[in-house]
Nanobody, 123 residues
Framework: VQLVESGGGLVQPGGSLRLSCAASGRTFSRNAMGWFRQAAGEEREFVSSISSLGSITYYTDSVKGRFTVSRDNSKDMVYLQMNSLKPEDTAVYYC?????????????????WGQGTQVTVSS
């Protein structure tokens, strides 16, 4: 599975961005997907995960109510809608896939990673 993120950029506090992740490979509909982020000088942290068929989603507490993960298995795409962005959301955001159908917040549970897309929240 190859993953390519897009949609990052510079946005003012309170603004919105939608990240996309395009997946290649024949098993996408069997892969749970995750979003992680890594701020400068920090460890990579879990943001959100979605099960293989999209029925279960999971968020870290700091983004609940602001971020929404979704997927379109007909297009091999996963999305992260980010609203009410804060400066502390600034990071490189990574899309990841795992060879299991269930959600997981641990980076080690994921088998494939994208190259990341920068999100900067600043006025």
């Amino acid at each position: 599975v190859q993953l390519v993120e897009s949609g990052g950029g510079l946005v003012q506090p309170g603004g919105s961005l939608r990240l996309s992740c395009a997946a290649s490979g024949r098993t996408f509909s069997r892969n749970a997907m995750g979003w992680f982020r890594q701020a400068a000088g920090e460890e990579r942290e879990f943001v959100s995960s979605i099960s293989s068929l999209g029925s279960i989603t999971y968020y870290t507490d700091s983004v609940k109510g602001r971020f929404t993960v979704s997927r379109d298995n007909s297009k091999d795409m996963v999305y992260l809608q980010m609203n009410s962005l804060k400066p502390e959301d600034t990071a490189v955001y990574y899309c990841a896939a795992r060879n299991q159908a269930t959600v997981d917040r641990r980076p080690v549970a994921y088998d494939y990673w994208g190259q990341g897309t920068q999100v900067t929240v600043s006025s």
